[in-house]
């Protein structure tokens, strides 16, 4: 593994070693072919792009927005950015224009990148009306700027840099300047019980998160692929992005998260990081055929998932010899079946996955494992850059329940109220120009994560919840709201949950259904409906509902189990406020919009 540099230096770097090798790869919207990206071809776009932010009047630690879903293009303006000795300022691509208009005013952003129309036009609402934001640049040529004085195409951006012999040596300087100590990213966290907070990430975060996933992920090669899945103003996915290029890894830029399961297919990566979710819906959906299957073909597949489970999870998970009828059972299903399952989603090829971001359920975790799919089951934040613990893709020796090994070189430890406390390299400094929160975040300098846990006797971090939003009954027993939200969200006809009972007599929930599979079902029932509303109000439904929530949650606790519930017609999205951009739900809001229903529930 090479050492790791300055990531605003990389393309430069490499495109010396590696100029004609691929590093990127993009859609080609109108005929489908996947379009590969050399490290010479985004050296030199990283280059104009670096000249031209300096021929508009860029200086050293300015910080520029990049407000865009995936492209190859926010790649390389995120490179360039840094190779101006300058700091990125990622924004979710379905980010409000009241949003983005308080983080270039935390930040006091003059410039940004806009990916397509929505986000130009979100920027120039802005733009209006605010004392910073002087210059927005257009990516997508389709954009239509409108007569924006103070906006240009990507193309005309680049034009200031082609040519200027001055821009040259301005960059050259920068890049004598360039330091460890830069703020490489600012990441505003989603803000799920405050405004949101800009997370600063230093060049030498940067640099020890590529390190330590080198000690980590020993067997990491140029023939791995990935699918950049997840928004790169994401942390996640961002540092993972960064560590599979740095190592060489063909990275396939994913522009539309709706079309994943399509991509998959044409691409059949080797690794991609996912969010549980993602596994849930493939859980879900793997179930949802084999129910369609005859009776035989059931049988047989429930028999094939057991054997996996036997020979993954007791046998071979502990590294003990496995039974020879045992062993070769699993060899035929994994030929068979297991294959042709995996052939179906597109993961023929993968090697492990990568999985974080909120917990992963049990029943997904194992029955992922049955049928041979490495899942990767990790735990960070942005303030950790991402990853603190990981299973071990190497070591079958994982513990289900935990969000694996701790690290290497990231200390651990369990403070009052089992809040996990971190250290390390990793770990932010703080918090941009939030001193009272710096000041609440850490302790004799350890980090506060949030979050309650313990540490395994085999070192294994478990993830119990975030501690602000454990719910205590009035009866004094403790329930983890996003634990009883994972195991209802398993079931096929259960799109999303909302946990209540803090200082309740008992736990309920409001249920989104997943309507077309809802939909479906009560038309094979002869359930006729007009509309969605009409369609939850209906008494089989509601009896329907019931009946799988306590299947659902026939593990959990007599006091964790949902006593009453309400099923409602809309989604929580981030547009109503209801969940925060990378999907969390906010708990206080939700609250508050449904004070009625909640209210009726405990009547």
């Not at 605003?8 to 090798?21: D, P, Q, V």
């Not at 020993?218 to 992005?241: G, M, Q, Y």
């Not at 929930?509 to 029932?525: D, G, K, N, T």
Request: charged share 25%.
């Amino acid at each position: 593994m090479e050492e790791p540099i300055h990531l605003g230096k990389l393309a430069f770097e490499k495109a010396k070693k590696y100029a004609n090798r691929t590093v990127l790869k993009k859609r080609n919207d109108q005929n489908g072919h996947w379009e590969s990206i050399t490290w010479g071809e985004l050296s030199q776009q990283v280059e104009v792009i670096a000249k031209s932010l300096i021929e508009m009047g860029v200086k050293e630690n300015d910080r520029i927005a990049i407000f865009s879903q995936n492209m190859t293009d926010i790649v390389a303006i995120d490179l360039a950015v840094l190779a101006v000795k300058c700091t990125s300022v990622p924004m979710y691509a379905t980010s409000s224009a009241a949003q983005i208009d308080y983080i270039i005013n935390d930040a006091e952003i003059s410039l940004i990148f806009a990916g397509e129309q929505y986000q130009y036009d979100c920027a120039v609402e802005v733009l209006q009306q605010s004392q910073f934001l002087k210059k927005i640049v257009a990516i997508d040529p389709s954009i239509q700027l409108k007569g924006v004085d103070a906006a240009l195409s990507l193309e005309d951006f680049m034009k200031h840099g082609h040519e200027s012999a001055k821009a040259s040596e301005i960059l050259a300087e920068r890049q004598q300047n360039l330091s460890m100590d830069d703020i490489a990213t600012l990441i505003y966290t989603s803000g799920t019980t405050g405004e949101p907070k800009g997370v600063i990430i230093k060049q030498c975060n940067y640099q020890q998160v590529i390190k330590i996933h080198n000690l980590r992920l020993t067997n990491i090669t140029d023939k791995d692929t990935s699918v950049c899945f997840l928004p790169l103003s994401h942390i996640f996915e961002r540092a993972w992005t960064y560590f599979c290029i740095h190592n060489n890894v063909v990275v396939y830029i994913n522009k539309n998260p709706k079309e994943i399961q399509t991509i998959i297919k044409e691409v059949r990566p080797t690794m991609m990081c996912a969010v549980p979710r993602f596994w849930e819906k493939v859980y879900i959906g793997v179930n949802d055929k084999i129910d369609s299957f005859s009776p035989f073909m059931q049988k047989l597949m429930r028999r094939a998932i057991r054997i996996g489970r036997e020979r993954n999870l007791e046998y071979r998970r502990y590294d003990k010899k496995v039974p020879t009828l045992l062993a070769f059972q699993y060899w035929i299903y994994s030929n068979t079946l297991f294959k042709v399952l995996k052939k179906v989603i597109g993961l023929d090829n993968g090697r492990f996955f990568p999985t974080a971001g909120a917990a992963l359920s049990n029943d997904v975790n194992i029955f992922l494992h049955s049928v041979g799919l490495n899942i990767c089951v990790g735990y960070g934040l942005t303030e950790s850059c991402a990853t603190v613990s990981c299973y071990n893709p190497y070591n079958r020796d994982y513990e289900v329940e935990s969000a694996g090994d701790v690290m290497p070189e990231v200390e651990v430890k369990i403070g009052e109220n089992d809040e996990i406390l971190l250290r390390g390299k990793t770990i932010t400094e703080g918090y941009y120009n939030k001193p009272q929160a710096n000041a609440e975040s850490f302790v004799d300098g350890w980090f506060r994560t949030g979050d309650a846990g313990y540490l395994t006797e085999k070192g294994r971090l478990v993830i119990r919840e975030r501690i602000k939003e454990l719910y205590k009954t009035s009866n004094g027993k403790y329930v983890a709201p996003q634990q009883v939200e994972n195991c209802l969200c398993v079931d096929k006809y259960i799109e999303q949950a909302a946990i209540i009972g803090d200082q309740r007599k008992y736990v309920s929930a409001l249920i989104v259904p997943a309507f077309p599979a809802l939909e479906a079902y009560a038309e094979a029932a002869k359930i006729k409906f007009n509309s969605r509303e009409e369609l939850i109000q209906n008494p089989k439904i509601v009896e329907f509902i019931e009946a799988r929530i306590q299947q659902a949650q026939k593990e959990l606790a007599a006091y964790e189990q949902v006593k009453k519930f309400t099923l409602l017609a809309q989604p929580f999205t981030p547009d109503n406020g209801e969940l925060t951009l990378t999907l969390k739900l906010k708990r206080k809001v939700i609250n508050q919009h449904y004070e009625q229903a909640i209210e009726n529930m405990y009547i």
